[in-house]
């Protein structure tokens, strides 16, 4: 069969890259025999005649109408507060979708006309600045993958780890490619006044969100961005500006960026103080715990998910560290009886999501699975009961403890420890 200016395989002569990719994967037959027998046994149907034309073109595109994943969200008293969650567990390679990045809003999604919004540098600076939306995307650019995750991500881990799903349990993180400018550059421009040692940065929400920054993290690679996956920042993710601060907890990537105030103290605004600090057993709280340790998830197969025959299946998964490149991913299919290196998917980037993938032969029973990540300072992510050893179970945020499904011997997907 031949389809309009398209080549069928056989057409490609002998030894061809794609014949060799053929091969190679042929040469899996092992692992994959269970498969290629379904293949085999398929009857692909004769030709019916012309197909009829397909629909008209659009001019913004949207994905199929067979796919149906959604943001998960729980219906609250109040709509505009609390968060939605990106369903990983429906994910493909590192970057997430701009419409399943989760939110995270503490006073509903302000509508602001970008001509209109303004941000504001000010403070411990030799010439106050005020610049426009127009100003900024005319500066030096830049864009970088980063990751975003809410420190608040698997707080629910703590006690008895009842998630049911990834999204559930890590849907708080995403990862998307975020284009602005370096912030070093308008801090240069407003000139910083030596002595200075931290920012505030404030957003134009309803609560005037405010975090205190250390200035030399401001200075390294913080972004006042304006853009996401190649378009414009959508309104949920902070349009038309967002401070992001790699690898830091998502609560100072401020949305909606209006003001900076350069100082020589941070400011110990609400969420820096009694929220996104962690009360431990002796009644004390860290404080300005800023990078996302290492961590990483199985995100398939995982909790809801249903395996439908045994054989060949790839474990997949995400793993990322606010502290630099994901080194490595070990994957347990015996209950951490013994570990295998999974494969890491290049580009690995520093504060970004990393996928890793692992091939795996369900042999039917109960299998628990699950994954475990280092980073390039050497850190490996610690097992729950380490987490809670050290912390206690009242910290709620920065909960970056190994995750393990269990794969029932029906096929269902549950969390290991339901
Ligand atoms: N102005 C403003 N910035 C904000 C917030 C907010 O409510 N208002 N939420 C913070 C929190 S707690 C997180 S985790 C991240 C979430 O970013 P996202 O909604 O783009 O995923 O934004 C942070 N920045
Ligand atoms: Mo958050």
């Excluded at 920042?233 to 350069?262: A, H």
Aim: proline share 6%.
């Amino acid at each position: 069969m031949k389809q309009h200016g398209v080549d069928t395989p056989t057409k490609k002569p002998a030894g061809s890259a794609g014949n060799a990719s053929r091969r190679k994967f042929l040469g899996m037959g092992a692992v994959l025999g269970g498969l290629l027998t379904a293949c085999q046994t398929t009857d692909i149907g004769e030709e019916k005649g012309p197909s009829p034309l397909g629909r008209p073109l659009r001019a913004y595109g949207e994905r199929s109408a067979n796919e149906t994943s959604q943001r998960f969200m729980r219906p609250g008293k109040h709509p505009e507060l609390g968060a939605t969650r990106t369903p990983l567990q429906d994910s493909h390679g590192m970057i997430t979708p701009s419409g399943l990045h989760f939110e995270r809003h503490h006073a509903g999604i302000p509508d602001i006309d970008p001509a209109e919004h303004r941000l504001m540098i000010h403070g411990m600076v030799e010439r106050p600045l005020i610049f426009t939306v127009e100003e900024i995307r005319r500066l030096p650019s830049v864009s970088q993958i980063h990751f975003v995750e809410c420190a608040g991500n698997g707080g629910g881990e703590w006690g008895a780890k009842t998630a049911p799903s990834a999204e559930l349990s890590h849907g708080l993180a995403s990862c998307s490619e975020w284009t602005g400018v370096p912030l070093r550059l308008l801090l240069e421009e407003a000139g910083v006044k030596s002595g200075a040692s931290w920012l505030l940065a404030e957003g134009a929400d309803a609560c005037h969100m405010q975090r205190s920054v250390p200035l030399d993290k401001a200075l390294d690679d913080v972004i006042v961005a304006y853009g996401q996956n190649g378009e414009a920042i959508r309104p949920e993710q902070g349009y038309p500006l967002r401070l992001v601060v790699p690898g830091f907890e998502g609560n100072m990537n401020v949305k909606w960026l209006r003001r900076i105030k350069v100082d020589d103290t941070p400011y110990m605004t609400r969420n820096e103080t009694s929220k996104y600090s962690e009360l431990q057993d002796d009644g004390t709280a860290w404080i300005f715990t800023y990078p996302m340790d290492a961590k990483s998830v199985i995100t398939y197969p995982s909790g809801g998910h249903k395996l439908n025959s045994q054989g060949a299946h790839e474990i997949r998964g995400l793993a990322w560290s606010g502290r630099g490149t994901i080194s490595r991913v070990e994957v347990s299919t015996d209950d951490g009886g013994t570990w295998q290196d999974a494969e890491l998917q290049e580009p690995r980037l520093p504060m970004a999501f990393t996928r890793f993938r692992i091939p795996w032969s369900w042999e039917g029973g109960d299998v628990v699975i699950q994954s475990r990540s280092t980073d390039d300072t050497g850190y490996v992510q610690p097992p729950t009961a380490a987490l809670i050893e050290e912390r206690g179970t009242k910290s709620v945020y920065h909960h970056n403890g190994i995750k393990a499904w269990k794969v029932n011997a029906d096929g269902s997907v549950t969390n290991a420890d339901a």
